[in-house]
């Protein structure tokens, strides 16, 4: 058998899509052809051709994804009836070529009529606890991250009028796209749960004026702060100062917010998190623009032989002048 080609069990492959047509292009009813699977009028040979599936985060996913429609059909009736785990015979494609529309990671998909506009909102409620940072620093923010969580809490004063969360799953879980959004819901149902001082005030990190330096006042019983961190004004560009990490997960269990999920493909690829998204860094700085950085030309085999070429006729036109001379 060639290497590009194996059997696959129909319950590890996924879809890339979250919305198939019902039909296939010749006009055949998926339903209908599920139908004569199941009352073995055909074999699946006959009907589904070879499926293309490609791998990715250590997942299978269909590019042909009404045939794997029928087949998980299919196989869901014979587990049913005959208690046997359907195989098929798969290639495999280019990851290049892959396009992922889900935002499901594949495991759920919707049937529409073929040429239908109809639209499928993808508006959740999920635990906030299960939702995660997509990045490990957030650039940009006033000293002690005050400003923005009073502006925050002074316009959401209510649940309902939080804003809507947009994520992406992968690798089973769920990453925020706009961190920001997320650190500030976060802290707001923080400071639901008590987050309040003595007077009954709503507590929020202080800034000691007292001194040059201003010393950023860790609490963490009633906050969940930490990294009391000096600044330095001469050296502030050159800090990156750890102001907040949340609380440990179980304090969120029970808040519930509203999820937008988004296609898989808009995760950023190759995203190392230090803490698997679970904390996030308030970078006082903004983010370093990467165009400052000065561009050296890439090297290749050609401007590499040009180079020496270059070289080689600096060398002979001062041997020339010499003999001149």
Known sequence: MPRNRKELEVRFIRYTQDVLDDTFDDGTRLSDTLDGLRNKRYKINDK??????????EIYFCKDNRELWVLKGFAAFLEETENVLLKVPVQ????????????????????????????????????????????????????????ELKI???????????????????KGKLYALHNIQLWLVKHWFQMKHGGVNDEGKQHSPN???????????SDI????????????????????????????????????????????????ENTA??????????????????????????LTRQSASNDRRSVREYGDACKSKQRRR
């Open 92 to 147: 495999f494609g280019k990851l290049e070529n892959l396009k992922m529309t889900t935002t499901t990671e594949g495991e759920d998909v919707r049937l529409r009529h073929k040429g239908s506009t109809e639209e499928f909102n993808n508006i959740k409620s999920v635990e906030l606890s299960t939702i995660r940072y997509s990045a490990d620093k957030i650039y940009g923010f006033s000293r002690s991250g005050e400003d």
């Open 273 to 298: 998190l230090e803490n698997e998204g679970l904390s996030i860094k308030l970078v006082l700085e903004s983010k370093p623009n990467k165009s400052s950085h000065p561009k050296y030309r890439q």
């Open 221 to 268: 019983d009633s906050q969940g702060l930490e990294g009391a961190v000096a600044i330095d004004d001469t050296d502030r560009a050159n800090v990156e100062t750890k102001l907040f990490t949340d609380k440990q997960e179980e304090e969120f269990h029970d808040d519930v917010v509203i999820v937008d999920m988004k296609p898989y493909d808009k995760y950023p």
């Open 207 to 217: 800034i000691d004026e007292s001194t040059d330096s201003p010393n950023i006042e």
């Open 152 to 170: 925050f809490l002074s316009k959401h004063r209510d649940p309902s009028k939080l804003p809507v969360l947009d994520v992406v799953k992968r």
């Open 48 to 57: 589904i051709p070879k499926i293309t599936v490609v791998k990715k985060d």
